[in-house]
């Protein structure tokens, strides 16, 4: 940790956006690791080790490595930029990227394994995204970190060098994909964010962890129940763009007027973060009945921490038109929404995809 702060606080690097090539020194008895950058506080910088301020996406994905020369013995690395912000800025564009790249990097042959470093603030929207539409069984493993390269006790590097490892490691294979921090290895799935600063930062509640790792050596507990990888059926061959959905986040007394002008700006898709059992004013339900008769799909997810959110328990959302998104929350809920309207489908085939995914 020491020598990774002193090696960064004394080389404030430049962000380059360029393919970069980690020289390793190739030994063909290890497997081969591809990591792709993003940004994040993995990569992000402050003037002072003891301070709270810092940017996000300053350091790239050369300095990360170097900064873990223990790796050499695990892994071949090679290392590839494909942005370098903070992840409150990643686009439908660079997870379109990352799920395309991700996608030619697996079909390669000697690739082992993909690791992605991003940030945590919506990392698990990447993650469930690419867990539905990267079709391999190699080990394609997410990476952050809560602290900058140059903090005190910066968590990056060694959530790096377990997540390079787990990337490495046969039997990480078809577990679809997975984050790798703080000594947990968690499945796309069940991720949730839960602190704004500890580094104990991602859960998943109710359905607990796919392994554990310490300093590489990882033990595997089960594979997701959900549908991923080779066996979802989406696909983004193709696409450039994804359908508009929104989130309307349900409160005390709320109005119905935020919904109506979801739909008034052209959402095809909206998310309600449901007060308790995706519930929501008497007002809000008949713009969510008003919004499904007009074609936009309207899903009711929850602002609470855990649970399901069940069909039809206090809603009728036979009778108003309307989805239930069962254990996924709103953020996870918008993205399969997205992705379910990439083609036409009817609303019980929809509710069919939270059931399976
Ligand atoms: N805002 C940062 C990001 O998501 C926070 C982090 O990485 O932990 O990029």
């Known amino acids: 940790m020491k020598q990774m702060s002193f090696l960064l606080r004394n080389t404030m690097v430049v962000l380059v956006l360029v393919t970069s090539t980690i020289a390793n020194g190739q030994d063909n008895k290890l497997p081969n ?66 799920a395309k790249r991700i996608s030619e990097l697996a079909a390669q042959k000697d690739n ?20 539905l539409v990267v079709k391999t069984d190699k080990p394609v493993v997410l990476v952050g970190s809560m602290r900058p ?77 959900s549908l991923y990888g080779a066996k979802s059926e989406f696909s983004v061959d193709g696409v450039t763009k994804l359908p508009r959905v929104d989130i309307v986040y349900a409160d005390v007394d709320m109005p119905a007027d935020l919904i109506d002008a979801s739909v008034n700006l052209g959402a095809k898709g909206i998310v309600i973060a449901g007060v308790g059992n995706g519930n929501m004013t ?39 038109g309307l989805i239930a998104s069962l254990d996924l929350n709103p953020q996870k809920s918008r993205i399969l929404l997205m992705l379910a309207l990439l083609k036409p489908r009817p609303l019980e085939a929809i509710q069919k995809l939270y059931l399976e995914y």
């Not at 082992?112 to 867990?131: K, Q, R, S, Y």
């Not at 997540?163 to 990480?172: C, K, Y």
């Not at 008949?286 to 309207?298: H, L, Q, T």
């Open 282 to 320: 008497a007002a809000a339900l008949e713009a969510c009945a008003r919004a499904s008769k007009k074609g936009v799909i309207i899903v009711r997810s929850s602002r609470v921490a855990t649970g399901n959110v069940g069909r039809n328990v206090e809603v009728n959302d036979d009778k108003l």
């Open 112 to 131: 082992t394994g993909i690791v992605i470093t991003h940030g945590t603030d919506t990392m698990e929207e990447t993650a469930f995204f690419l867990n």
């Open 33 to 98: 690791v591809v990591i792709l950058a993003t940004g994040g506080t993995i990569a992000g910088a402050a003037a002072s080790g003891a301070q709270s301020g810092y940017t996000s996406g300053q350091v790239n994905i050369d300095a990360m490595v170097n900064a873990i020369p223990e790796v050499k013995k695990i892994a071949n690395i090679k290392g590839e930029q494909i942005s370098n912000v903070g992840s409150q800025d990643i686009s439908f564009e660079i997870m379109l990227k990352l």
């Open 149 to 225: 390269s140059t903090a005190i006790s910066a968590d990056g590097p060694l959530n790096l060098y377990n997540g390079i490892a787990v990337a490495a490691d046969p039997q990480a294979k078809g577990r679809g994909v997975l984050l790798v921090m703080n000594d947990w290895i968690q499945s796309a799935q069940t991720i949730v964010k839960v602190s704004t600063t500890s580094v104990q930062t991602f859960m998943s509640p109710l359905k607990g962890l796919i392994g554990t790792t310490a300093y590489g050596v990882s033990e595997y507990y089960k594979y997701p129940t």
